[in-house]
């Protein structure tokens, strides 16, 4: 009678994490599919071959992510997602205007991760930078995968409550942008050359200056400019989460769940009551 009772929602389970699953292997797929290809076409505009091939590869790895964890996505959180995608593309923009070797693009992927949860953050990188690579900027586009990785790292770093304590949270973030660096190089390398604007190309020119290849350049300036941004970004965003209302902030499950910003684990009023949904 039980077995039977709990077969739909075990079967709702099982599809999610398929939904969840496919959309990793095709998000995978598309950066494999830019790093080994090495299509050029796509620094001159989103709508090229490769550029297309791309935005259908990152959109839908995306949406079956999106699909595989709304269940768990309070209204709040999903009311937050464009709220951070602006965040992420103005501050980026105006980063990249200027020409300072940081990035800054990722203020609002961490602050969704660090309130509802990696696959929310995980969202809100790729839409940001599919729509960031459809308006403003193509360059922007292959590096939705480094959204990936940071709205994942992020998640995972609020349940292990490094957003508690101010010193920790830019500790996440180096860590973060060190495998952030690793990720992105290829890209930088095979796709554009080199050339992404803003003030790191200038420190890749230096490196090749050097007598290092090309990726080995990249790569060099990746581990210098992403963990002082990741740094930076993470413990812009412990502030941030320290200005917010703390009924604010409880209005996420996630937060809720593993204490995320709290020094003290919550208490329940009645103990036996069902724990709160745990987001992913």
């Known amino acids: 009678m039980s077995s039977t009772a709990t077969t739909p929602a075990d079967s709702k389970k099982t599809r999610n994490r398929i939904f969840i699953a496919v959309g990793t292997i095709i998000i995978v797929a598309t950066y494999l599919y830019l790093v080994v290809g090495q299509p050029t076409d796509i620094a001159a505009s989103s709508f090229?071959?490769?550029?297309?091939?791309?935005?259908?590869?990152?959109?839908?790895g995306a949406?079956?992510?999106?699909?595989?964890?709304?269940?768990r996505l309070p209204t709040a959180t999903v009311a937050m997602v464009p709220v951070a995608i602006a965040?992420?593309?103005?501050?980026?923009q105006l980063?990249?205007?200027?020409?300072?070797?940081v990035y800054l693009d990722s203020i609002g992927t961490v602050l969704v991760s660090a309130l509802a949860g990696p696959a929310a953050g995980v969202v809100t990188g790729i839409l940001t930078n599919v729509i960031w690579g459809l308006t403003l900027s193509p360059i922007a586009l292959p590096y939705a995968v480094v959204q990936v990785v940071i709205g994942v790292m992020a998640g995972y770093a609020a349940r292990l409550g490094m957003f508690r304590l101010f010193y920790l949270a830019p500790v996440a973030g180096a860590v973060t942008g060190f495998v952030s660096a690793i990720v992105s190089a290829p890209i930088s390398a095979f796709v554009f050359g080199g050339a992404t604007g803003g003030g790191t190309g200038a420190i890749v020119g230096a490196f090749?200056?050097?007598?290092?290849?090309?990726?080995?350049?990249?790569t060099?300036?990746?581990?210098?400019?992403d963990p002082l941004d990741k740094a930076i970004v993470f413990t812009i965003v412990v502030l941030i989460l320290a200005a917010l209302p703390s009924r604010f902030r409880q209005r996420f499950?996630?937060?809720?769940?593993?204490?995320?910003?709290?020094r003290k684990a919550p208490v329940l009023k009645d103990a036996t009551a069902a724990a709160p949904t745990v987001e992913s």
């Open 208 to 218: 090749q200056a050097m007598g290092n290849s090309l990726l080995a350049s990249t």
């Open 63 to 71: 949406i079956l992510l999106a699909v595989g964890a709304i269940h």
């Open 87 to 92: 965040l992420n593309i103005v501050v980026g």
């Open 48 to 60: 090229s071959q490769s550029g297309l091939i791309a935005i259908a590869g990152y959109v839908i």
């Open 95 to 101: 980063v990249s205007v200027i020409g300072i070797p």
């Open 253 to 262: 499950p996630f937060m809720r769940q593993y204490n995320v910003f709290g």
């Open 220 to 225: 060099l300036q990746g581990l210098l400019s």
